[in-house]
């Protein structure tokens, strides 16, 4: 028989890393996920490959114009694309099933049981999410400018305001940009968190972080006043386009890198707080009461709130739109002039600079009866320059669609040989007339 | 040397809301000890095991769980394996990955031991195919490869034969036989009489929440003297009058097979009797068998016929 046993001491908690590393293989090993991972890595590339061949570009979408100029505008086209509804999505999606996965299997206490420590569980679930999300993010980039690089190749970008990036610097912004739009995708992942968190695995938990995504999304589309535009997370998502001007308008997109980590954080801490409060010996706990819902929902409004507040009272023009006549003339001063000396070379024409173009522009929205700011298709502009080598001043007019995140699309109206056709003639052929339409973003929180 | 148990329990209670799961249950399990909880649906088995393995804590009386009081709820010391409600797989992982996963989280890094475990069970030659395609009866045994990987001193098992064939009962039989010769512990529960009677050597029968029986099985045998016969005769009907008349018998059922109930003495009885009366006697058969008798009568339920 045996002998006397000894007295046995408590288990210390499982180590870290085992416990990170199952969570991560419980997560890649899903076919789910890895379908999600290879459409990440695959369809950018042949998206953009394709797009980038044919003659008419998607250019609803910011640098879809490019895309047949450069490799580097692809990347761009499908970061909006994602950042408009993929990204939050499926994000969220990861993140709310690291939770419910335990409660759909019903394995919690054998989790529980094997690691011994919630909090290491927490830690190590937010963390294989955070990876994952990481990877996401990364098969995107990775797959989006490869596939532009090898259809179009590696050359120079137009800036939202016109100017040239060279190759090299248009490589480095894609990156950035790129890079930025990782703070708001973990927001909401935390986000995501939290709802599996306290919904368990009913679908709610699913369902609530991506309906949330959408409604921000659709109240980011409104003409809301900039306050409450820059406090919501998803604003990140647009501020990125900040950096193709020159010099590159931070303020918008530094704001929402700090909403986005302070969302982060409150989500993830409201998460880990509820999740180790969750009683898992009782099986039939599954989800959250009505009162622990609005326990997690209400300090996130508050956050926004508080936010709003903040930026309201530190900047006094955030409580309009953001999107201002005097700004818009700026705007599109800066890029016509741009344009204009593009468009020169294009043609052969003596050289001249943007300084000795003089131009200037007079924006209307909507005739005499409506009032000059806010977003809308109804902006009428006429740009004024001076001729080169001639004392007489050139006139263009654009039809501008501004929409509420600051960025707009200029359609040009004529004269036909400035702006009115959409293309030159060269004597090397007909090229796109960079005239006819182009792309623009006016800073929201600028003060012009 | 006197040994530790490695499960002394005394007057443990648990309340679920106004329901009773435990009511005041005495439990001693020494080590080498295989001992088998009994009883029916409801009886409070799983809720008696989950304590064992620290789950939950009783609200009343007090539990030593190798030697050290229960304390924490899902802080299970150190020798103490096992798992209730089934054994918590990941269907999306293989055999091989859902043990190496909880062989790393406890710091042991060593693959033999997963494979050792693996083919202890008889599940080596699925090791690497998802737990998805895992039939009920092969999830339990990885359940309990899991539950081997610590070397346990107390092993707790939740209905460990539910769902095994023959071939896979005998891999669990031997592997607690096994740990058994090296001193483990072993607390499994059951509500089937000859899979208890077939491994261990102390039962604890329940009954809504109460201990109605503890002690060797040899003891649960005797303890009940009466017992369930089916009689086949030459004259069902004659013998019906002869088996009514009989002192100490009870007719359960009257019909071209009688049953009766009754000790032993009196079926002797019965049979003299029978044959007295010029009637044939062609069959006599328990209708369930003693250790089984023994637990229908404790646990008051109605015998299956
Ligand atoms: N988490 C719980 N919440 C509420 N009641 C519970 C809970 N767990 C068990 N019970 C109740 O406690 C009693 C004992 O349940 P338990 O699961 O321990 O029985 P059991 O003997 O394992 O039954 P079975 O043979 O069906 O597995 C039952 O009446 C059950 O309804
Ligand atoms: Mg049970």
Redesign the interface.
Known sequence: MSATLTRPVDQPAAPFVPAYRFELVKLLVQGRIRAVLLVCLLAPAAFVAVISQQSSLPTDTVFGRWMNATGWAGSLVILAFACSWGLPLLVSLVASDVFATEDRLGTWRHLMVAVRSPRRIFAAKALASLTVTLLLVGCLVASSIIGGLAAVGNHSLIGLDGHVLTAGVAARTVVLAWACVVTPALAFGAIGLLGSVLLGRSPMGLLVPAVLALAMNLALMLPVPVAFRLALPSNAFLAWRGLFTEPASSGPLLIGIVVSLLWTAAATGLAYVIFVRRDFTDLSNDGATRRTLVAAALPLAVLTGATALVLAVASPGSTGTGVEKSKLEASLSTAFSHLYVLQTRELHRPSVTEAQLETSTACDKGGSRVPDHGPGNDWRCVVTWRLPGASATGSAIYQLDVTADGRYIADGDGPKEVNGSFQVRTSTGDTPNPLWQLDGYVDLLDRN | ????P?VRARGISKWFGRVIALDEVDLDVG??QVHGLVGPNGAGKTTLL?LL????RPDAGSLE????PAR?????????AG?V?????????TAR?NLA??A????TRTSSAVDDALEQVGLGDVADNRVRGFSLGMRQRLGLAAALLTHP?LLILDEPSNGLDPAGKQHVHQVIGRLSD???AVVLSSHRMDDVAALCTDVTLLATGRVVFTGPLAKLAAESDENDYRVITSDSAKAAVVAADTPGLRIIEAGDALVVRGPVLAIDHLVIRLVGADVALRELTPVVSPLEAAFLALTHTESPL
């Open positions: 040397m006197r040994s530790t490695a080590a080498g989950g393995l620290g789950l939950a769980i190798l030697g050290t924490q709820t899902l802080v299970v010391p150190d020798g103490v798992f409600d089934g054994p918590g797989l990941y269907p999306t992982l990955q996963a909880l790393s989280l406890r710091g001193r090296d001193g483990v």
